[in-house]
């Protein structure tokens, strides 16, 4: 079985390339997970995505006060090199997400409350700024029940295709600062308009979503919970079906916080789908869980089936790849001082997806120095 490489985005200023080797043919053939090489690209590259048509074009944004999109061109051995010319800004403050398709990139800069189109190309130079368009997403100030020090402003935390929405592209915008989910479709002049939105509870901070059927997930970052709605026509609202905790254990301490929630497409290796969520901060010696909810009673109804105790603290960033989406990898980004839980390690889904075993995990010295935010397997 070949090895697999995995790139690392990270709030260093650098993005790594991995090597995961479920098989070495060296050795006592147990699973190894080793840093190959890394490329700096500038301050905190902290998400990552290829362009469709071209895997070695890997994309990035610099999560600072005067936000970036970096490129970055690899070779078939996985080394990186930043295409200088490429370099242009993101059209707000702290990119923290964007969205890669064929011709543009969909950029959600979270401190400065906006959404940015860049058009891109597969060739030199691969951005064009002088074309770049944004939308400054709206907030309603003073609502009783927000966090104040997270909800002071619009911050939009994802940029995702609604794959529930067959008649037209829609895109959804998780906006942690607003407690909404924004849904946009183009209009007649080719930009992104909104269209209507999902509420939530005030205080939630929905982060990232998910769909399933005909069903939408919603993680809420700032109360560690999943929202289950129904969705329907961007003209009609959506239908609430439940609010659930991503912890078998609550209340929830403060500082705990709800990151990733991933369903992988049922396959043949694993034919019953399951949702897994991560959560940050734990107070458990033994790190950061990640939740696995069971959609056996239906996809409107999930249910907390296990936890799974990652030893990593920070667990921000976790990605399924491998054939039949086997092996996850997830990362912990520490506790701030670079001394504890910081690392990457995949684990393996057992149990029919029910449950995760640790195969592999990067040295603890390259991994305290990484503080990964977001995987790619490439």
């Known amino acids: 079985m070949a090895p697999h490489k995995i790139l690392v985005g990270s709030y260093s200023d650098s993005i790594y390339t991995l090597e995961f080797d479920p098989a070495p043919s060296e050795g006592p053939g147990t699973p190894t997970l080793k840093l190959l090489t890394q490329v700096k690209v500038g301050h905190h590259p902290s998400w990552i995505a290829a362009h469709p048509s071209d895997s070695s074009l890997i994309f990035t ?49 979270y401190s400065s409350s906006t959404l940015a189109t860049l058009p891109i190309s597969t060739t030199p130079p691969y951005t064009c ?27 939009p935390h994802q940029t995702v295709f609604n794959p529930l929405n067959t008649a037209e592209t829609e895109l959804l915008v998780p906006d942690l600062g607003a407690d909404k989910v924004w849904r946009l479709t183009k209009g007649s002049d080719g930009h992104w308009a909104i269209r209507g939105c999902v509420d939530f509870e005030t205080g939630g901070g929905p982060r990232h979503v998910a769909a399933y059927g005909d069903t939408l997930y919603t993680l809420l970052e700032l109360t560690s919970e999943l929202a289950v709605h129904k969705l329907h026509s961007v003209q009609q609202p959506l239908t609430h079906l439940k609010t659930l905790s991503t912890l078998k254990v609550s209340p929830t301490p403060s500082n705990m916080f709800a990151a990733e929630i991933l369903i992988p497409t049922p396959n043949a290796l694993f034919p019953m789908p399951y949702i897994y969520t991560s959560n940050r901060n734990d107070p458990s010696p033994e790190g950061d869980t990640i939740a696995i909810f069971s959609l056996a009673n239906g996809e409107e109804i999930p249910e907390l089936v296990t936890e799974v105790r990652t030893g990593l603290r920070h667990v921000r960033a976790m990605v399924f790849g491998g054939e039949h989406d086997k092996w996850l990898v997830v990362g912990g980004a520490g506790t701030g001082d670079g001394s504890t839980g910081v690392g990457v390690k995949v684990f393996e889904r057992v149990d029919g997806g029910k449950g995760l075993v640790q195969l592999a995990e990067v040295d603890k010295a390259v991994g305290s120095k990484m503080n990964p935010t977001a995987f790619l397997w490439v």
């Not at 970096?70 to 964007?98: H, I, L, M, R, W």
């Not at 700024?129 to 911050?155: D, I, T, V, Y």
């Open 129 to 155: 700024p002088a074309e770049m368009w944004k939308l400054n997403l709206p907030f309603e100030a003073e609502k009783p029940g927000r966090n104040k020090s997270r909800q002071e402003a619009s911050h």
């Open 61 to 109: 944004a610099l999560e600072q006060a005067d936000g970036d999109v970096v490129v970055v061109k690899y070779d078939k051995d996985g080394k990186g090199q930043k295409v200088e010319e490429a370099t242009c800004p993101s059209g707000g403050a702290d990119p923290c997400t964007f969205l890669v398709t064929e011709d543009e990139l969909i950029i959600g800069n």
